[in-house]
């Protein structure tokens, strides 16, 4: 592609200097609590984004004062993993470097919002010393790889969830500027010794995602990422992946060439290197043939659509050196996080709190907060996320399940998470207002409220333990997955959404507009009647979004 064509972005990256930019120096400016534009791009790629309070703009523009800036960080934690002791290490960096408030992501990872400039660089090396980083979270880049959460998935869940960890490192960036800058590291003598393969000086046209599903529990939503792997396990051995291209939830309004897309299957891959290669071969397919001149259209799913899904398997084959081999049988049945007390096959135990749009903090309904760092401090549980913003207090042994059975029920953390309805268990939303500069709604402050006055709607037609899937984002970028939600919500403007309906219950399908540019009132008359056409006309044993499809678009049937 010519120079002429590339967006500022692409020249931002290569004229980089591996990621370093002006990084360093803008830490030092005092004057300011941004960055310069240019770093804000570089900054991604070591796991921040430069935000500001929104809620305070118009007030402090009144005033004539700069925008309150801060910046929000993300660890790298492939499958959504930490030890106790790194648990409190992050409990205790939240509350000195941040908001305190410690956020799970879709993505089975943490982040902290709220760090001014001058914590970043204590931030970053607090959590290195807990063996911790940040590197490629953001950015245009391989990002956190996510893994099916719950070891009761599988007697071989150990194994397939390594499959993180090793793609996380396989497709790592070779620049060592996140050393330099944060943790000062000397500067290399040579720089061909971070020479990248993979990434070169233009790394991949916009974020990459890859995510590893163990039917029958999609919990992860494998098919909105760029790359799925589909675990196929036969007699409790893990013979391979089927793997899934082209997912992307991402569109903007008004822009009918953009759009939400499901990765399509294109085959079966063996278990071990060949897995890797694959996964490897996809990113740089994504980067030599994907879009730099339109940033909007540059994820690996226009890639695929522009070129067809034949001519990139054949790719993808040609660059492995094998064919791919038919895809292998497989059935999603749910998706789902395993709420409460579950034991696994090697007879550890699990609980599952609910962490409402995946806060961690104490606030008047319960303290899970500091019921979290009790937990920590015994030593006795690791700490897994899920994709759908929760947390498992994993791998207890029989000896010490009372006692962590007893820091839940002192905190009441049971309690809250019992008392939770079902809907509400099956909701995640998106940071949205008062942090992200793309939201036009609200999301995670307001998805709560809404679902407080839902409750009553589904209540009063019989249908208050549905297991419905509802997924609130404050901008059509998707972050919280609406577009395969049964119940999707797309700020539009403060206060107003787009309804989505008819996604299906496994994650397989995408949904539709039912309505547009909704307020409050009109969602809840909306779903009302819903409800009650649901409730009178749905067939044995439907599922809601199978019903909505059915009966609201006759069409796509």
């Not at 391989?142 to 390594?162: D, G, L, T």
């Not at 890797?276 to 259209?297: E, H, M, P």
């Not at 094998?322 to 049988?329: G, H, N, S, V, Y």
């Not at 309505?515 to 009178?536: H, P, Q």
Request: with cysteine; aromatic share 8%; hydrophobic share 35%.
């Amino acid at each position: 592609m010519s120079e002429n064509n590339l967006s500022p972005v692409e020249r931002i990256k290569k004229a980089s200097d591996g990621l370093r930019g002006t990084i360093k120096e803008g830490l030092k400016d005092e004057i300011t609590g941004a960055i310069s534009e240019d770093d804000q791009a570089l900054l991604k790629f070591h796991g921040m984004y430069q935000q500001d309070d929104r809620d305070r703009r118009e007030e402090r523009a009144e005033k004539k004062l700069e925008r309150l800036y801060s910046f929000m960080i993300r660890l790298r934690l492939p499958g959504g993993f930490l030890l106790p002791e790194q648990w409190i290490a992050t409990h205790h960096i939240a509350g000195e470097n941040s908001t305190g408030v410690i956020k799970i992501t879709t993505r089975q990872t943490l982040q902290l919002h709220g760090l001014v400039k001058s914590k970043i660089k204590p931030t970053i090396q607090a959590f290195s010393k807990a063996h911790l980083d940040s590197i490629a979270t953001c950015g245009d880049i391989n990002r956190n790889v996510i893994c099916a959460a719950h070891p009761m998935q599988s007697p071989i869940h150990k194994e397939v969830h390594q499959y993180a960890a090793r793609i996380s490192e396989y497709m790592m960036p070779k620049t060592r500027a996140y050393y330099e800058i944060w943790l000062d590291e000397e500067k290399l003598a040579d720089k061909k010794d971070e020479e990248d393969p993979l990434y070169q000086d233009r790394y991949l046209p916009r974020k990459f995602k890859v995510a590893i599903a163990i039917p029958p529990n999609n919990d992860i939503d494998v098919f909105g990422n760029d790359v799925g792997l589909i675990a196929i396990i036969e007699n409790d051995q893990l013979k391979g992946f089927n793997i899934a291209v082209g997912g992307g939830l991402s569109t903007t309004h008004g822009n009918p060439a953009t759009y939400a897309r499901l990765a399509s299957v294109i085959g079966f891959i063996p278990a071990g290197e060949l897995t890797l290669k694959a996964v490897y071969a996809i990113a740089t397919i994504q980067r030599d043939f994907g879009n730099r001149s339109d940033r909007k259209l540059a994820r690996l799913k226009y890639t695929v659509d522009r070129h067809g899904l034949g001519w990139f398997k054949e790719e993808v084959e040609r660059r492995i050196g094998m064919a791919i081999e038919k895809e292998r049988p497989y059935k999603f049945t749910e998706r789902k996080d395993y709420y409460g007390w579950q034991k696994n096959a090697d007879k550890l135990w699990y609980y599952t709190p609910f962490v409402e749009n995946g806060r961690i903090l104490d606030d008047e309904n319960v303290k899970l907060k500091s019921a979290l760092l009790e937990v920590a401090k015994t030593g006795k549980a690791n700490f897994r996320f899920t994709g759908n913003q929760n947390l498992i207090l994993a791998d207890i042994t029989e000896t010490d399940k009372a006692e962590i059975n007893r820091i839940l029920e002192e905190y009441r953390i049971i309690e809250h998470t019992d008392k939770s309805s079902a809907i509400r268990k099956n909701s995640i939303a998106c940071v949205a207002l008062n942090t992200c500069p793309l939201a036009l709604a609200e999301a995670q402050r307001y998805l709560p409220s809404l679902i407080t006055k839902i409750e009553p709607l589904l209540e009063k037609y019989g249908l208050g333990g549905e297991d419905i899937i509802i997924r609130m984002t404050g901008c059509p970028n998707g972050c919280a997955r609406p577009y395969i939600a049964e119940i999707g919500f797309v700020g539009t403007a403060l206060g107003h959404y787009n309804l989505h309906l008819g996604g299906d219950h496994e994650g397989t399908r995408l949904n539709r507009i039912y309505k547009e540019n909704l307020d409050e009132a009109s969602i809840l008359a909306s779903l009302d009647e819903v409800f009650s056409i649901f409730r009178n006309e749905r067939l044995s044993d439907e599922k809601f979004g199978d019903f909505t499809l059915r009966r609201f678009f006759p069409a796509a049937n």
